[in-house]
């Protein structure tokens, strides 16, 4: 797999290719529709998926609340593990949104990328102010000799797949759910980074991981399994707030507690999937009311973890 993030510098390997097009934030499961549904129209033809960096909400309303699904490492990882040898993450700037379709078709895609089929969702529009659609898209590929697929979105009972449809489930509770159409659990990617050690004096250390550019779920206590860098997967509890118990008045933040683990975690990459939320985010009237719950929540986590048929089993440790 290549990630190209200059779209006027495509190696000559790269061209050529059958180019899926979206943001692909999460990589859920319609998206593995579109790639499939692409490869199935043109097998003969390398498999690609183009897509922006930063999201273009994010590049349009900065102020908004971080709404990332994925961050575009995780993003590049998973589209390889889809199928596409080539992912192409265009740079979104001021100078990228103010292409027009004309020029987002003949320059980037024809000249800059040399693609020779793309495929989209029926609502897929582009150039400046979206001004593009998918009857001028159609026309003017064709007039350049380059195919196109476009793929009804995959569907269900709630309508179509999407990334937003996602972040709602998590933001309301429900990680399954969420993982559901993900094809996966939905997981958070961050550092280790030191905290104020009072989950130690507790009696649970946790690993304090930001949220960063990742949507905010559900305030509250999880079930959660955790990747460590070395493949290991391990089961935990996590809490995702403000801690309002202890009030410290910083931002909301991710922190676990790893089950029968006792290591220096500081500045390691984790990634923490969050399986079942347990319960809310509450006050309580003192560190030692907390310290109970604390207890109870990471007994319920392992009974809710031990359900589980799709969580690994802990790897062993590398030497």
Not at 20 to 44: I, K, M, T, W, Y
Request: with cysteine; hydrophobic share 40%.
């Amino acid at each position: 797999m290549t990630l190209h993030e200059d779209w006027t510098a495509i190696p000559p390997e790269a061209r050529g290719a059958a180019v899926a097009l979206g943001n692909f934030d999460g990589v859920h499961l319609g998206h593995v529709h579109l790639l499939r549904s692409l490869h199935a129209a043109r097998p003969d033809l390398t498999l690609g998926a183009l897509t922006f960096e930063p999201h273009p909400r994010e590049f349009f309303r900065p102020q908004d609340p971080p709404l990332r699904l994925m961050l575009p490492e995780i993003r590049t990882r998973i589209l390889h593990e889809q199928g596409a040898r080539h992912v192409f993450q265009l740079r979104f700037d001021a100078d990228f949104s103010h292409l027009t379709p004309d020029q987002f078709v003949e320059t980037v895609l024809h000249a800059g990328l040399g693609v020779r089929h793309v495929a989209c969702g029926p609502d897929f529009a582009f150039g400046h102010r979206r001004s593009g659609n998918i009857a001028y898209l159609g026309q003017k590929l064709e007039s350049l000799g380059i195919g196109l697929t476009v793929v009804p979105p995959l569907t269900d009972i709630g309508g179509p797949y999407s990334s937003s449809r996602i972040r709602r489930l998590l933001q309301e509770g429900y990680p399954e759910r969420a993982a559901e159409e993900l094809g996966r659990p939905w997981f958070i990617t961050g550092e280790v980074a030191h905290g104020d050690k009072r989950g130690r004096l507790l009696g649970f250390p946790t690993a304090n991981i930001p949220l960063g550019r990742h949507v905010e779920p559900a305030r509250g206590v999880y079930a959660v399994s955790v990747r460590h860098p070395d493949g290991r997967v391990t089961p935990g509890v996590a809490n995702i707030g403000r801690r309002p118990t202890i009030d410290d008045g910083q931002e909301s933040r991710l922190e676990v507690h790893l089950f029968d683990v006792n290591e220096d975690l500081y500045g390691q990459t984790l990634e923490v999937s969050l399986h079942k939320l347990l319960r809310e985010e509450k006050r309580f009237a003192g560190l030692d009311e907390l310290k109970a719950q604390i207890a109870d929540d990471a007994q319920a986590a392992r009974a809710a973890l031990a359900s589980l048929t799709f969580l690994p089993p802990p790897a062993t440790r590398i030497p």
